[in-house]
T-cell receptor, first 115, second 113 residues
Framework: NAGVMQNPRHLVRRRGQEARLRCSPMKGHSHVYWYRQLPEEGLKFMVYLQKENIIDESGMPKERFSAEFPKEGPSILRIQQVVRGDSAAYFC?????????????FGSGTRLTVV | GESVGLHLPTLSVQEGDNSIINCAYSNSASDYFIWYKQESGKGPQFIIDIRSNMDKRQGQRVTVLLNKTVKHLSLQIAATQPGDSAVYFCAENYGAGSYQLTFGKGTKLSVIP
């Protein structure tokens, strides 16, 4: 039981480049959530996805950010034209059900640094 | 603004002593609360949870207390060990069927050997 797998663990991008963050949920979990953590802050909800569907993207910035969870493969959080303010830790969580937060399991995160 | 917050941003305790980490929340509709431990470079790790129909729940060396009257949550760690050094977050979940967690900013616990 491998848990929630995120890669890469660390990602460095120059301003204007694209960042792609990947998340494979726990086995048996079909609900994926992305959270962002700024330095010395708590995590903030970004988006909730099920296979091939975005259920709630109310926490996503309107521009440059997108997420997907295809039928096959991991969930992807994509940030286009990165800026320094995008530097943060991005965590993915998965759960067996979208009803409530029980069973939430977080991955180890991807730390994005924009230089 | 934040609906979940913490009274103490840092806490230093002697090894073997008990630790108490506090958290205030503002949404009276929240009915599920979780404490997470986050070690440096890692993701949040579940410690203990509590539903709003309870006021106390115990785990191994940890106890969570919920006071709905004053919207306060605390995490007690008994016989604190160096391995307990981490940042601790409380998170709240609004109502049945809600999947979002709202996190506070965290308290850094440092255990002095």
């Amino acid at each position: 039981n491998a848990g929630v797998m995120q890669n890469p663990r660390h990602l460095v991008r120059r301003r204007g480049q694209e960042a792609r963050l990947r998340c494979s949920p726990m086995k048996g979990h079909s609900h994926v959530y992305w959270y962002r953590q700024l330095p010395e802050e708590g995590l903030k909800f970004m988006v909730y996805l099920q296979k091939e569907n975005i259920i709630d993207e109310s926490g996503m910035p309107k521009e440059r950010f997108s997420a997907e969870f295809p039928k096959e493969g991991p969930s992807i959080l994509r940030i286009q034209q990165v800026v320094r303010g995008d530097s943060a830790a991005y965590f993915c969580a998965s759960s067996p059900s979208g009803q409530g937060a029980e069973g939430y399991t977080f991955g180890s995160g991807t730390r994005l640094t924009v230089v | 603004g934040e609906s979940v917050g913490l009274h103490l941003p840092t806490l230093s305790v002697q090894e073997g002593d008990n630790s108490i980490i506090n958290c205030a929340y503002s949404n009276s509709a929240s009915d599920y609360f979780i404490w997470y431990k986050q070690e440096s470079g890692k993701g949040p790790q579940f410690i203990i949870d509590i539903r709003s129909n309870m006021d106390k729940r115990q785990g191994q060396r940890v106890t969570v207390l919920l006071n709905k009257t004053v919207k306060h949550l605390s995490l007690q760690i008994a016989a604190t060990q160096p391995g307990d050094s981490a940042v601790y977050f409380c998170a709240e979940n609004y109502g049945a069927g809600s999947y979002q967690l709202t996190f506070g900013k965290g308290t850094k616990l440092s255990v002095i050997p």
